[in-house]
């Protein structure tokens, strides 16, 4: 599985931008699916996941109410949508294809994308 993630950009706080993580493969829905952040400096961080349906959803407390994870299988793809950005959003943003085990923990993953800045200024 390859992962190209796309969307980010520079936002004023308050905006919104679209994450759009498209995979190759034809085994992409039968996996969970997961976004996750690394600021400098710091470590990569869970943001949000998704199971291989849709039909769950998992958020970090410090996006939840902000962001939401979608996904279409019938086009490979995994969403990000992200309103009501902060400062302190400002990252990398990766998708990742989970293995199994703990959903929230980034060593459950393998086939990470190249990841995409959002960069939000106050």
């Known amino acids: 599985v390859q992962l190209q993630a796309s969307g980010g950009g520079l936002v004023q706080a308050g905006g919104s931008l679209r994450l759009s993580c498209a995979a190759s493969g034809r085994t992409f829905s039968r996996h969970s699916m997961g976004w996750f952040r690394q600021a400098p400096g710091k470590e990569r961080e869970f943001v949000a996941a998704i199971n291989w349906s849709g039909t769950s959803t998992y958020y970090a407390d410090s996006v939840k109410g902000r962001f939401t994870i979608s996904r279409d299988n019938a086009k490979n793809t995994v969403y990000l949508q992200m309103n009501s950005l902060k400062p302190e959003d400002t990252a990398v943003y990766y998708c990742?294809?989970?293995?199994?085990?703990?959903?929230?923990?980034?060593?459950?993953?393998?086939?990470w994308g190249q990841g995409t800045q959002v960069t939000v200024s106050s």
């Open positions: 990742a294809t989970q293995l199994g085990g703990d959903i929230y923990s980034p060593l459950q993953y393998g086939y």
